[in-house]
Nanobody, 124 residues
Framework: QVQLVESGGRLVQAGGSLRLSCAAS????????MGWFRQAPGKEREFVGR????????YYADSVKGRFTISRDNAKNTIYLQMNSLKPEDTAVYYC?????????????????WGQGTQVTVSS
C-alpha cells in the first residue's frame, strides 16, 4: 500500500510561482509512474501532468504546458510540481497520483493510489 501526502499549497497572487511536493511511502517509489491532477470548485478532476518511473518522460495538459514542470527525486520518494505564471483559473485542489505504468495515468479510473490533495488559490 502506497501513501501519498501532498504539501505546498497556499494562496498566491496571479503571476506568481509555487512548488508543490508529494511524498510517498509504503512502496517502492521508483516502480511507479506519478502524476498530478486538480479539481476546481464545481468542476470535475482533471489531468495536469505525469512523469515516468525514472523521470525521463513527462506529459502535460495543454492548459499548463510551458508554465508547469513535474520532476521527481527517487532517492527522496518525492515528486514536485513547479508552477509558474499562475493564473486565477489554476485555483484548485491539487492531487498527487501513483500508477504502476505511465499509461495508466491517462485514465483516472486506472490509477492505483491518490493523495488527499492540497489547496492552491490564485488571487487576481
Amino acid at each position: 500500500q502506497v501513501q501519498l501526502v501532498e504539501s505546498g499549497g497556499r494562496l498566491v497572487q496571479a503571476g506568481g510561482s509555487l512548488r508543490l511536493s508529494c511524498a510517498a511511502s509504503g512502496g517502492t517509489f521508483s516502480n511507479y509512474a506519478m502524476g498530478w491532477f486538480r479539481q476546481a470548485p464545481g468542476k470535475e478532476r482533471e489531468f495536469v501532468g505525469r512523469i515516468s518511473e525514472g523521470g525521463g518522460l513527462t506529459y502535460y495538459a495543454d492548459s499548463v504546458k510551458g508554465r508547469f514542470t513535474i520532476s521527481r527525486d527517487n532517492a527522496k520518494n518525492t515528486i514536485y510540481l513547479q508552477m509558474n505564471s499562475l493564473k486565477p483559473e489554476d485555483t484548485a485542489v491539487y492531487y498527487c497520483a501513483a500508477a504502476r505504468t505511465l499509461d495508466r495515468l491517462r485514465l483516472q479510473g486506472r490509477i492505483d493510489y491518490w493523495g488527499q490533495g492540497t489547496q492552491v488559490t490564485v488571487s487576481s
